[in-house]
């Protein structure tokens, strides 16, 4: 039996399923095998749709995290991007994924260039049930989740803010200290 979570991207209901598990465990990984796993799934769609995927990774530490839930965030960031893009009709549109360690984090940035969250809004993104998207099917969970998840369940943080183009998303979780 098979689940459709985005358009043309399917994952089988035990994919679904091990990412609800309660006896799951957390891995050490690098955020570049979780970057891998996220995009396998949905790069096939930005392709077809004419996004321009670009991807810079250094991925020297590991970080300690489940890493089916934190592929789900990295697959809700870049699924918002991708819609805002489309629903905007930007010329050359783009996401961008980068990654960079210091002697404490590993961070994880998604951007766009689709000119950004608006100023009255951008405070209230991760809040449940805010949705830009309520006449599109919107729940405004997608973002309130993410925020849980690398919050509480990886000890972590989520940070939006507006850069030169678009939304930066970025991911910062502690590394293991080796």
């Known amino acids: 039996m098979k689940l459709v979570i985005f358009s ?7 994919d679904f399923r091990n990412f609800y598990k309660q006896d799951k465990e957390k891995t050490e990984i690098l955020y570049c095998d979780i970057i891998k796993g996220a995009i396998d799934i949905i790069e096939t769609t930005l392709q077809n749709k004419n996004i321009k995927l670009e991807i810079a990774t250094n991925c ?3 970080i ?3 890493p089916n839930e934190l592929r789900q965030v990295i697959l809700n960031i870049i699924k918002n991007a991708e819609d805002v893009l489309l629903e905007r ?15 404490t984090y590993s961070y994880l940035e998604i951007s766009d260039n689709a000119g950004g969250i608006p100023k009255n809004i951008i405070d209230k993104i991760f809040d ?13 969970l997608g973002l309130y989740m993410s925020q849980i998840i ?3 369940h990886s000890n972590g943080d989520i940070i939006v803010t507006n850069g ?8 910062k979780i502690p590394t293991i200290k080796e």
Do not use: C, Q
Request: charged share 35%; hydrophobic share 25%; aromatic share 14%.
């Open 64 to 66: 300690y995290t489940y």
């Open 164 to 171: 030169e183009d678009g939304a930066i998303f970025t991911l």
């Open 150 to 152: 690398v919050r509480d």
């Open 60 to 62: 020297k530490k590991k």
């Open 128 to 140: 449940p049930y805010f949705s830009t998207k309520m006449k599109k099917d919107g729940t405004g």
């Open 8 to 14: 043309g991207d399917i994952i089988t209901i035990d």
């Open 89 to 103: 009709k930007i010329e050359n549109p783009a996401i961008y994924i980068k990654t960079y360690n210091d002697d």
